[in-house]
């Protein structure tokens, strides 16, 4: 058998592209899943107030937390390492809540929903916004 010594083509360069940026996705999602907290939800039913501590309307994409990390995003995984998403924190907790993230939702269905497939147990990296 005679091989071709061409090199690699097209197809395989963009296949291994592929796996590397897969890769980097994924460690990227457990470098960053790097604090344990408690996972809450609050949404129109459980808090009927519609104005966030900064002065912001709830809405999806929001989340108190404790008043040190207002202002920051925080994005949260499930304790596998499966994203959740990315959530402003414009919302503060009491100032003793520390390790609780309390994510607004749009409906008392869907704080069920994500409580459920959290178990109320979620991974969560705080980045701090570009003023």
Known sequence: MRR???????????IIVLIMAAIAAFCAQVTHAEERYHLTCYCPESCPGTITYTGTTVREGVAAVHPDHIGDVAVVYTTSGNYIGRFICEDKLGTGRRGVIDIWK?????AKDLMALTEGRCLVKFFSQEK
């Open 4 to 14: 071709d010594n061409r090199g690699l083509g097209a197809v395989e360069i963009i």
């Open 106 to 110: 749009p409906d008392l269905a869907s």
